[in-house]
């Protein structure tokens, strides 16, 4: 009795088996197309006999799933790289929409900065047309209004980024708060007595730690109990069993245009640290459109500067010292908030040729002051203050700041957005020289040059200069000897006197008022080598209604280098190769990561993706042994049965 019973058990194990074996086929083909499934398969043993006796059938022991924890690992950093390459290339292609890569930049601002300058060469062929300078004047509303555009194109850019990387987070936590809550059923389920590894669970927690790949990206180290610890790439502990930590989205402690990500434990900014997925790409972009900003609005201040500056060198129709064409927004400076010291800092940017666009921070040290560039990080020790000069900049300290006080400076970040045309007046156009110099009836051989400005502090040795008070009146230059002058005013009163040399002439010049004028600038003209005779005399008179010397001059500034060594257009042209060049290799780097991912997840899948094949043959497989474990059962009851039989006729 006991062999036939024990025959009846070995077969209804293997049913059983066998029926098992048939749901986790069932199962597999059910989820051949669930996002994140690992193909399942049955785990048997066989049962001890009795006496060492044969086996006593089959138990499954577990339903296992076909995982390669190094393969998962290599596929949520390809999908993490990937992300963050797609959405770099994205921002990029909206940044080549900004600027006309296909043109190199004789396109867009940069046609716009021709016609600008085009429109000063007219007013100097003829200064007196009220239709040249207005075509100059809507020239310059047209440069204003194209820089406006690209700047508020840009800061849209930023904002949508901002966005991105706002969402980002808020999936993060959500993701991560799911991960804790499956880790702690899945520990709970394999822990000792369990019921085995829940592996329903554990695919949808492995589903769920790639979806947290592509916002940000993660290193996931096994923990006990079949559960995963999750640490972004610099460290943070986002998920430690049970257990989630959030991410804020934040303007950071200097309360700028662009967001950053902090550690919600304990208030650390840890963007720095961030890479891969969503949030990597979002910070690489920010990145790239920080430095369009800053280069286009560098664009706007130097031209702002330069065009200004000649403006009150010259003189209007009214004959009155030109004022500024344009306005523009000065550097930003934003305060660390967890400043303890109630200083100020102020900055503005003194040399535009000297300058590089870009954004820093400025802090105070033991030592002085620093300034670390945001993109490069390169560190520039400042001095003590309380005004130092770097990169064509000037920093002022007011007030008391503290050691370990900062400043994050932006000096041209919002300038492309701010920069306007500031007057409506065709004839507020300062065209004329601030002087012309006219020989007497009476002069010899002596000859005098064009006026051009100058500053003080670059005039030969012996050069006269009249002072500013002076400015705009009619004057006299009359020698009074072969080798002395004076410099008279409209009352013929002296008011400067100079030495001349027949063999190198002399040097005359006339300080401008201050302001509108750079402080220091003045007007000089040379006389020429010659010999004079006394009572010789030029004629200094402010430049008419014909007069296009400062004109010619501000149409000069096209070829001049304003903005760091290189002229407008050059700068520009610049830009626009460096977001062309960009957007190539934002491209190339997308296409190679999406390589790198199929290949990856050609890989997994097998490894732990349903071959429907395979499947197919297990199910006969197991239909089979099915049978065969019926058919035991059957024949085991007919032996039974017939002993009954047997039994019951003796």
């Given at each position: 009795m006991s062999g036939l019973s024990q025959v009846i058990n070995s077969g209804w194990s293997g049913l059983e088996a066998a029926s098992q074996a048939l749901e986790t086929v069932s199962n597999n083909t059910a989820n051949i197309?669930?996002?994140?499934?690992?193909?399942?398969?049955?785990?048997?043993?066989?049962?001890?006999?009795?006496?060492?006796?044969?086996?006593?059938?089959?138990?499954?022991?577990?339903?296992?799933?076909?995982?390669?924890?190094?393969?998962?690992?290599?596929?949520?950093?390809?999908?993490?790289?990937?992300?963050?390459?797609?959405?770099?290339?994205?921002?990029?292609?909206?940044?080549?929409?900004?600027?006309?890569?296909?043109?190199?930049?004789?396109?867009?601002?940069?046609?716009?900065?021709?016609?600008?300058?085009?429109?000063?060469?007219?007013?100097?062929q003829d200064p007196s047309s009220m239709a040249n300078r207005q075509t100059f004047l809507s020239d310059a509303q047209a440069?204003?209004?194209?820089?406006?555009?690209?700047?508020?194109?840009?800061?849209?850019?930023?904002?949508?980024?901002?966005?991105?990387?706002?969402?980002?987070?808020?999936?993060?936590?959500?993701?991560?708060?799911?991960?804790?809550?499956?880790?702690?059923?899945?520990e709970t389920q394999s822990a000792v007595g369990g019921a085995g590894p829940p592996v329903a669970l554990m695919d949808s927690r492995d589903n769920l730690v790639q979806e947290l790949g592509q916002e940000v990206g993660i290193t996931v180290v096994a923990g006990p109990n079949n559960t995963d610890n999750i640490f972004t790439t610099g460290g943070a502990s986002l998920v430690a069993g049970g257990t989630s930590s959030n991410l804020v989205a934040t303007s950071g402690s200097y309360g700028g245009t662009s967001l950053s990500v902090v550690y919600q434990p304990t208030g650390q900014d840890i963007t720095a640290g961030l890479s891969g997925g969503t949030i990597g790409g979002v910070l690489t972009s920010?990145?790239?459109?920080?430095?369009?900003?800053?280069?286009?609005?560098?664009?706007?201040?130097?031209?702002?500067?330069?065009?200004?500056?000649?403006?009150?060198?010259?003189?209007?129709?009214?004959?009155?010292?030109?004022?500024?064409?344009?306005?523009?927004?000065?550097?930003?400076?934003?305060?660390?908030?967890?400043?303890?010291?109630?200083?100020?800092?102020?900055?503005?940017?003194?040399?535009?040729?000297?300058?590089?666009p870009g954004n820093f921070i400025v802090a105070k040290t033991a030592g002085g002051y620093e300034a670390t560039n945001?993109?490069?990080?390169?560190?520039?020790?400042?001095?003590?203050?309380p005004t130092v000069s770097f990169d064509g900049m000037t920093l002022a300290v007011s007030g008391t700041i503290n050691t370990g006080d900062s400043f994050e400076v932006e000096p041209t970040l919002t300038a492309a957005q701010t920069i306007k045309?500031?007057?409506?007046?065709?004839?507020?156009?300062a065209a004329a020289s601030p002087y012309v110099a006219t020989p007497g009836s009476n002069l010899g051989n002596v000859t005098a040059s064009a006026f051009s400005a100058a500053a003080s502090g670059s005039l030969p040795a012996g050069t006269v200069i009249v002072p500013a008070?002076?400015?705009?009146?009619?004057?006299?230059?009359?020698?009074?000897?072969?080798?002395?002058?004076?410099?008279?005013?409209?009352?013929?009163?002296?008011?400067?006197?100079?030495?001349?040399?027949?063999?190198?002439?002399?040097?005359?010049?006339?300080?401008?008022?201050?302001?509108?004028?750079?402080?220091?600038?003045?007007?000089e003209f040379t006389l020429s080598s010659g010999t004079p005779a006394a009572g010789d005399t030029f004629s200094l008179t402010p430049g008419g209604v014909n007069s296009n010397g400062n004109i010619a001059a501000m149409a000069n500034l096209a070829s001049e280098n304003l903005l760091s060594g290189q002229t407008l257009s050059s700068a520009y042209s610049t830009l626009v190769g460096q977001v062309g060049s960009a957007g190539q290799t934002a491209s190339f780097n997308a296409q190679a990561a999406s390589g790198v991912l199929s290949q990856v997840q050609s890989v997994q899948q097998s490894i732990s993706g349903v071959n429907l094949d395979q499947q197919a043959a297990d199910l006969v497989l197991y239909q089979q042994a099915y049978q065969a474990s019926a058919q035991v059962i059957a024949s085991a009851e007919t032996l039974f049965n017939n002993l009954l039989t047997a039994i019951q006729a003796a």
């Open positions: 197309n669930t996002p994140g499934y690992n193909v399942e398969s049955v785990q048997q043993v066989e049962l001890p006999g009795v006496n060492g006796g044969p086996g006593s059938g089959t138990q499954v022991t577990s339903i296992q799933r076909a995982y390669d924890q190094f393969v998962f690992s290599q596929m949520v950093n390809a999908s993490s790289a990937s992300q963050a390459a797609q959405v770099v290339q994205n921002n990029a292609e909206n940044l080549t929409a900004v600027f006309p890569v296909t043109s190199g930049g004789s396109g867009g601002l940069g046609a716009t900065l021709t016609s600008f300058f085009s429109g000063m060469n007219g007013v100097s440069l204003a209004a194209n820089l406006n555009s690209i700047g508020s194109q840009l800061a849209s850019n930023l904002s949508s980024l901002n966005g991105q990387l706002s969402n980002a987070v808020t999936q993060i936590n959500t993701l991560t708060q799911q991960i804790a809550n499956l880790n702690s059923q899945i920010q990145t790239q459109v920080i430095a369009a900003q800053n280069a286009v609005g560098a664009i706007a201040t130097a031209v702002s500067a330069a065009v200004n500056t000649q403006q009150s060198l010259g003189l209007d129709l009214d004959g009155a010292q030109g004022g500024d064409l344009f306005s523009v927004g000065g550097p930003t400076v934003l305060a660390d908030q967890s400043n303890s010291g109630s200083g100020t800092l102020t900055a503005s940017i003194t040399n535009s040729n000297a300058f590089t945001i993109e490069t990080g390169q560190v520039t020790a400042l001095g003590n203050g045309v500031v007057t409506t007046d065709p004839g507020a156009i008070t002076q400015f705009g009146q009619n004057m006299t230059v009359k020698f009074t000897s072969a080798t002395t002058f004076n410099v008279l005013n409209a009352g013929n009163a002296v008011i400067a006197s100079g030495s001349f040399s027949a063999a190198n002439g002399a040097e005359v010049a006339i300080a401008y008022p201050s302001p509108p004028a750079p402080a220091g600038e003045v007007a």
